[in-house]
């Protein structure tokens, strides 16, 4: 990896924000029948937001110890 590429903290990354609030829009009950109602059209949206988010990413992630 070249020194001119930045890294970021994890805690940093849209992305893994992104998949902590779909694991608390699962659990919660109320969230979760909305999804699983809308489980095709949820799945396309997760699907865009993902691919969005990697398109801006431009930093590696720094995951240390």
């Not at 999804?35 to 993902?50: K, L």
């Amino acid at each position: 990896m070249s020194e001119s590429q930045a890294k970021k903290p994890i805690w940093r990354s849209k992305t893994l924000w992104l998949q902590v609030l779909a694991i608390l829009v699962i659990v919660v009950p109320a969230s979760g029948a909305i999804v699983h109602e809308y489980f095709a059209e949820a799945g396309i949206g997760w699907a865009i937001i993902n691919m969005v988010l990697r398109l801006i990413s431009k930093d590696k992630l720094e995951i240390t110890a």
